[in-house]
């Protein structure tokens, strides 16, 4: 490890994110779609740094997964897969457009950084 890695200090850490699309549904036959999944941001107990969540995910990119869609033998769309990003207790969670969408100050905390869209209706 390099002298300059060492003392490397990251105090922000901008991602990509976007919630799952939500499901088709199915309007001849009353069908729901299921719920395309969240992207949660998820104060962590372990004492972790940014430093550490960027080298989990290098890409940098957190994309939730859609929704199923209805079938004629399954009406009802299963919801999309949340994706949980851990991050180090005192995070605050800003939009690109520079809108607070939270704070992380205790472990077990969440803020919601994209919804998934909602399952298609009849």
Do not use: W
Request: proline content about 7%; aromatic content about 4%.
């Amino acid at each position: 490890m390099r002298r300059s890695e060492l003392y490397q200090f990251i105090d922000s850490l901008r991602v990509f994110v976007k919630g799952g699309k939500g499901g088709d549904g199915l309007p001849a036959k009353g069908g729901l779609g299921g719920k395309g999944g969240d992207v949660v941001i998820l104060g962590s107990k372990k004492s972790q740094t940014l430093k550490q969540v960027r080298k989990h995910q290098p890409t940098q990119r957190y994309i939730a997964k859609p929704g199923t869609r209805s079938k004629l033998f399954c009406l009802f769309g299963d919801p999309g897969e949340n994706i949980n990003v851990p991050v180090p207790l005192g995070v605050s969670v800003i939009s690109q457009d520079g809108h607070k969408l939270g704070e992380i100050n205790e472990p077990g905390d969440k803020v919601i950084a994209a919804k998934g869209g909602e399952g298609g209706s009849p």
